[in-house]
């Protein structure tokens, strides 16, 4: 026997067709595939009937990859850039994670630092600089420290979020088996704060890499943003693009990395973004 | 002790200690590295004084006011545009998502070169600063719009241009203006950005010419009026932020 069809609504039948492979491909990949060929293919068009020769189009900088990405210049302005990057969000995050914790666990350290904080966070980073460069010099040390004040304060600002959200129930019973204030920051709260220290992380990173960037503009000094600055001076757009492809897959890399660390190690987690 | 006192105590307790702090170790180091508060506080009275900050700072003003503008004019439509026809927006999400994550500040060197100086190179800074958390916002704000809401008001015979008003609209607003308080972020950045290296106006410029004439004072006192502008403006993203947060479901 059978029931006369009833069509399911809308929205559910839309559900039940992206769950199928070969429809999700179907509904996904070529929309993106084509919008991609068009925005590339009127870049192209645009560029070549209108702009000077020396502007990048997309032919010329997938003609200019293979001979950028072996030229030593380039990959050693990249790891210096990725390196000071790297050197930053490690200082930022040792510094930022125990401050963080001072101010989420202390009502003192909150009330005396909290404005502080919140003021220099929005503080757009890249107007230090100046000083920066009267204090360090133009030298490494002034783009170390760009990156460092670039991320330090998303850092703090959503590690002392999680250390407040602690529940007040883990502390008590911390507390009831006699454990000592050390021993319940590290075993307790700093656990509680990582997915949030996560995402002021994934909010650094992005920052850091703008901070370095904008630092070797600033100063000229060796790096990924000078590599940039250099070749679009000099009219290689081409080769200078593909310098700015570069930051955009680590811009897209980090940010990927972190929600994948998010979702592997904090599957119930979700959380929106606190601050930028 | 009265409340309001218990209140604000600890805050400006704070301001002043800062203050104090400043102010010694501005007494405690050469000219050229830190000046104490009191000497920052008197450049800065002479820079109002003589007109300068007042124009530049109009200058710079104008420059955020329209990049930041026409970011959302462009922003919103263009994400409630791709929110409704979902093909587009299935195909270029990844893409914004990419320009949303990317150093946009990598493009000025291609921007000067092509534009030259002047005052719409500078707006198309800011406007690229501002403009993609806009979009970014807006579009995840829109497709996390229920269809059954749609369903509904097209079962009631709603048009296309109801629909817009009655349920995109809403629907979205309070993720744009997510989107909104970080692009006010941003596009400050993007500000002083296009001033630091476009051609040299406003407050970017200000303090470049202090910092060439090693006037630490000056940097100084920039510095606090930009971050203090920084301060208010973020307030009052969050505070529209937080208005029209009390829409969402």
């Known amino acids: 026997m059978s029931y006369p069809a009833i069509r399911a609504p809308a929205s559910v039948r839309l559900a039940q067709r992206a769950n199928r492979p070969a429809d999700r491909i179907a509904g996904t990949a070529i929309p993106r595939l084509l919008a991609g060929l068009v925005v590339i293919l009127v870049w192209e068009l645009i560029v070549r009937g209108f702009a000077p020769a020396y502007v990048a ?34 200082i930022a995050v040792m510094f930022g994670t125990v401050i963080g914790l001072t101010i989420g666990r202390s009502i003192v350290a909150d009330r005396v630092l909290r404005h502080y904080i919140n003021g220099f966070y929005a503080v757009p980073m890249i107007v230090v600089l100046p000083l920066l460069s009267l204090w360090f010099g133009y030298t490494g040390a002034a783009r170390l420290a760009t990156i460092v004040f670039a991320a330090i304060f998303a850092i703090i600002i959503n590690v002392a979020d999680g250390a407040r959200s602690v529940p007040r129930e883990y502390l008590e019973v911390a507390r009831s088996f006699r454990s000592g204030r050390a021993r319940m920051l590290v075993e307790i709260v700093l656990p509680a704060a990582i997915p949030y220290f996560l995402a002021g992380l994934r909010l650094a990173s992005g920052r850091a890499l703008i901070g370095a960037v904008v630092a070797e503009f600033f100063t000229a000094i060796g790096g990924l943003g000078y590599y940039i600055l250099y070749n679009s001076r000099t009219y290689h757009h081409n080769e200078a693009f593909v310098g700015v492809l570069l930051l955009a897959a680590f811009g897209v890399g980090f940010e990927l990395a972190v929600n994948a660390a998010t979702r592997r190690f904090l599957p119930w987690y979700r959380r929106d973004e606190k601050a930028e | 002790m009265p409340a309001w006192l218990n209140r604000h105590a600890p805050f400006w307790l704070s301001i002043l200690a800062g203050a104090g702090l400043w102010e010694i170790v501005g007494r405690n180091t050469s000219a050229a590295f830190m000046v104490p508060l009191s000497e920052t506080l008197v450049r800065l009275w002479e820079l109002a004084k003589s007109g300068q900050l007042g124009v530049q700072f109009l200058d710079s003003a104008a420059l955020f006011i329209t990049g930041f503008m026409i970011a959302l004019a462009v922003g919103m439509p263009a994400g409630l545009l791709l929110a409704r026809v979902r093909a587009i927006r299935v195909g270029l999400e990844p893409y914004i998502m990419t320009l949303y994550a990317t150093p946009m500040v990598a493009l000025i060197p291609f921007i000067l070169s092509l534009m030259g100086f002047g005052f719409a190179p500078k707006v198309l800074v800011v406007f690229l600063f501002a403009v993609f958390p806009i979009l970014y916002n807006t579009v995840e704000g829109a497709r996390s719009i229920k269809p059954e809401l749609i369903e509904v008001a097209r079962s009631f015979r709603s048009g296309e241009w109801a629909l817009w008003r009655e349920v995109m609209l809403p629907y979205t607003l309070p993720f744009t203006m997510t989107g909104v308080r970080q692009a006010i972020g941003r596009g400050l950045v993007g500000m002083v950005a296009a001033e630091f290296f476009l051609s040299s106006t406003g407050l970017g410029q200000l303090i470049m010419t202090a910092s060439q004439n090693f006037d630490t004072g000056a940097v100084l006192a920039i510095i606090l009026v930009i971050g203090l502008i920084g301060v208010a403006l973020m307030r009052l993203g969050q505070h529209i932020e937080n208005r029209f947060a009390r829409w969402r479901a």
């Open chain 1, 57 to 90: 189009k997309p032919s010329g900088v997938i003609a200019a990859i293979p001979k950028v990405i072996v030229d030593p210049g380039f990959l050693s302005a990249t790891a210096i850039t990725l390196a000071a990057v790297a050197e930053g969000l490690v």
